[in-house]
């Protein structure tokens, strides 16, 4: 499919104009976010191939984002399991309050 005389898979292949391409080895921000996730993707450039897309480079940049995801899931997991162990305290602090009336 074309758009603008430009086929969208050439788009994706061309550096854009004044941004340098991801690098794919770069460690994650300190806090990651789906906006960070959203920024380094399309920031995304690959390296060309005579056939299209290196596929080494493809693969690189899908497991950098895999990477990416499971870093944001890991501190979604700790950040509730925190939430649920304060609260467990909480309950357990005011069974206590209870049983003592």
Sequence with gaps: MSVG???KAGAFLRPAAGRRPQDPS???DAEPS???I???IGGLRFRRAPWGADDRDVMAKVHRIDAMYRELLRAQDDAY???LE???????TL???LEKN
Excluded at 86 to 92: I, S
Aim: charged share 35%; net charge positive; hydrophobic share 30%.
């Design 81 to 83: 399991k925190a939430l």
């Design 86 to 92: 304060e609260r467990d305290r909480q309950v357990r």
């Design 26 to 28: 770069a460690p994650c």
């Design 34 to 36: 789906l906006e960070a």
């Design 38 to 40: 959203a920024q380094y």
């Design 95 to 97: 069974q206590r309050r």
């Design 5 to 7: 005389g430009i086929s």
